[in-house]
C-alpha cells in the first residue's frame, strides 16, 4: 500500500543522511523503499548549491503541491465569484439545479463539470434553505 512520507519520517531520513548513511541503508531503516528516498531528494532538495534538504521545507514544499494538484479538479471554488452566481440563481431566482447546470455550460470556459442534480444539489444543499 501506498502511503505519503510524514514529517516525522522526513525528519528521521535528515538524521540519517546527514550521519552519513546511503539512500539504501536508510531506506531500510525507515521500512520504505529507496526510490521513495531518492524521489524525496529530487522534489525537495534546494536548487541553489551548497544547501541541503531540509525535513521542513520539504514536508511544507509537499503539501503545497498536493494541495495546487487538487485545486484543478475543483468544480466550484469555495467563496469564488461562480459560487456566489450560483447561489444566487437557486435561492433569489429559485432556478432549479437542471437550470444551472444548463447555465455554467454556456457560462464557464473551459466547461465546470458539475452537471448532474445531485452534483448540484450536493454542492449548494446548504444555500438551498432559507439564508440566516
Avoid at 9 to 22: P, V
Avoid at 45 to 59: F, M
Avoid at 74 to 80: A, C, E, M, Q, V
Wanted: net charge positive; aromatic share 10%.
Amino acid at each position: 500500500m501506498y502511503t505519503h512520507l510524514t514529517e516525522e519520517t522526513r525528519i528521521k531520513f535528515s538524521a540519517l543522511l546527514l550521519a552519513g548513511l546511503s539512500l539504501r541503508r536508510a531506506a531500510k531503516l525507515l521500512g520504505i523503499h529507496h526510490t521513495t528516498l531518492s524521489r524525496e531528494l529530487r522534489r525537495n532538495t534546494p536548487v541553489r548549491s551548497g544547501y541541503r534538504y531540509h525535513p521542513g521545507d520539504a514536508h511544507r514544499k509537499t503539501k503545497a503541491r498536493r494541495y495546487s494538484a487538487n485545486q484543478r479538479w475543483r468544480k466550484i471554488l469555495p467563496g469564488s465569484r461562480l459560487e456566489r452566481l450560483l447561489i444566487d440563481k437557486l435561492r433569489v431566482l429559485k432556478w432549479a439545479p437542471e437550470q444551472c447546470a444548463g447555465w455554467l455550460k454556456t457560462y464557464c470556459q473551459p466547461p465546470v463539470f458539475c452537471n448532474t442534480r445531485s452534483e448540484l444539489s450536493s454542492r449548494f444543499f446548504w444555500s438551498l434553505s432559507p439564508a440566516a
